[in-house]
Every structure is written in C-alpha cells, then in structure tokens.
C-alpha cells in the first residue's frame, strides 16, 4: 500500500523559512518512472504545484517561485524534503504530497497518482 | 507558459443527470492530462489519466476523452457522493504541472 504523510509547523512568521517533510512508503524513488510532487492550496483556493523531484535526483520547480524552493530527498530514509524561504502571508496554505508517475515507454508523466492528507501552515507574525 | 481554463467554474445537477466539464490548453499537449476529484477537506483523488484511461477503483460513470487542446470529464448519472469540486491538470508542457481552476459541482 502507497502512503505518503506530510509534516512540518503549523505556523510561520513572515519572512522565515518553511520546511516540509515528506515520509512515504509503498513504493522506492529509486524506480524508474517514480517522483514525489509538491503542490498546494490556499483557502478556499485552487491547486498549485510547487516542485518535483525523481528517483535521479532532477529537480523541477514552479517558474514563479524558484528563487524560493528547495527540494531534497532521502532516499534510505524515504522522505522529500521542500524548503521555501522568505514566507509571507500569502503562503499561508495547505501543502500535499503526491506520488508522481511517468510510465513506459515513453516516460511521460501520467500525475499524481496518491496523495498525502496535507498539512496547514499559517503565515502570520 | 501552457494555460488551462475550465468551464464552467461551477454547476448544479440532479441526481441521475449527465454532466460535462471542460478542459482547455493554450498548447497541445497530447494526451498528458489527468483529472481529479477533490472533496470538501480531503485530498485530490485522480480519477482519469493519460486522458481517458480510468483510475482503478473509479466507477465507470466516469469518463475522459479528448486531446490535444480540448478535453471532457463526463459523469453518466451523477451521484450524491460525486459532490465535489474537479481539477484537470496538464503534465506535458513546462512548467511541467498545471491545473485548471475547478469546476465545483453541488446538488441541485
């Protein structure tokens, strides 16, 4: 069974760091054709994704926000990890994890196909 | 930059009616478009891939169809549980992933 679980604060004050651990199960990064996505929503808003990383360590990022994302992972521990610098009320959010697939032969992707609950994060001093 | 819009941004249906939503892309992008069904509070759930190849475990009242710029999400007979709100989301141009903006679809 595929799982992924998303953590990290609650709450943030403007201007600081935001870091955001992905720990999945179920399935290796290792796999050809495995990413883990991040994406995320503001309240009463729609969906945005953020980053993504794979099994050989390509990173892609969402042109608007790159200066501000990091995306890592730990492949023995099976955690991605995404860091957004210099957080603002507007990144006030919940952010998901998403298990992204690209199948043979081709390799294109096909989208998220499990994600995790989501986690809330409040930007405010 | 590839753009999605859908249409229409919300709708009310009955019971039992057929229901269509559409997905449009600024580029062809092929058949790298999923759908996905997300209810109030709780995760996005892919219903539809590659276009029109059903998610295992997703009823059949659901379907996709479509390529290139133009794409459809249809429920045969809609169902109380089918509340929800309804995202598409293109995989094929850079950025890499973009949603559409939602449909919402409630109970008439």
């Known amino acids: 069974q595929v799982t992924l679980r998303e953590s990290g604060p609650a709450l943030v004050k403007p201007t600081q760091t935001l870091t955001l651990t992905c720990t999945f199960s179920?399935?290796?990064?290792?796999?050809?054709?495995?990413?883990v996505s991040w994406i995320r929503q503001p309240p009463g808003k729609g969906l945005e994704w953020l980053a993504l990383?794979?099994?050989?360590?390509?990173?892609q990022y969402r042109r608007s926000l790159r200066t501000r994302l990091t995306i890592s992972k730990d492949t023995s521990k099976n955690q991605v990890v995404l860091t957004m610098t210099d957080m603002d009320p507007v990144d006030t959010a919940t952010y998901f994890c998403?298990?992204?697939?690209?199948?043979?032969?081709?390799?294109?992707?096909?989208?998220?196909?499990?994600w995790g609950q989501g986690t809330t994060v409040t930007v405010s001093s | 930059d590839v753009q999605m819009t859908q249409s229409p941004s919300s709708l009310s249906a009955s019971v039992g009616d057929r229901v269509t939503i559409t997905c449009r892309a600024s580029?062809?992008?092929?058949?790298?478009l999923s759908w996905y069904q997300q209810k109030s509070g709780k995760a996005p759930k892919r219903l539809i891939y590659?276009?029109?190849t059903l998610q295992s475990g997703v009823p059949s009242r659901f379907r996709g169809s479509g390529s290139g710029t133009e794409f459809t999400l249809t429920i045969s007979s809609l169902q109380p549980e089918d509340v929800a709100t309804y995202y598409c989301?293109?995989?094929?141009?850079?950025?890499?992933?973009?949603f559409g903006p939602g449909t919402k679809v409630d109970l008439k």
């Open positions: 990383i794979d099994g050989g360590d390509d990173k």
């Open positions: 989301l293109q995989h094929n141009s850079y950025p890499i992933f973009t």
């Open positions: 590659a276009a029109s």
């Open positions: 998403a298990r992204t697939t690209a199948s043979p032969p081709n390799y294109y992707y096909d989208g998220m196909d499990v």
């Open positions: 580029l062809g992008i092929r058949s790298d």
């Open positions: 179920g399935f290796s990064l290792s796999t050809s054709g495995m990413s």
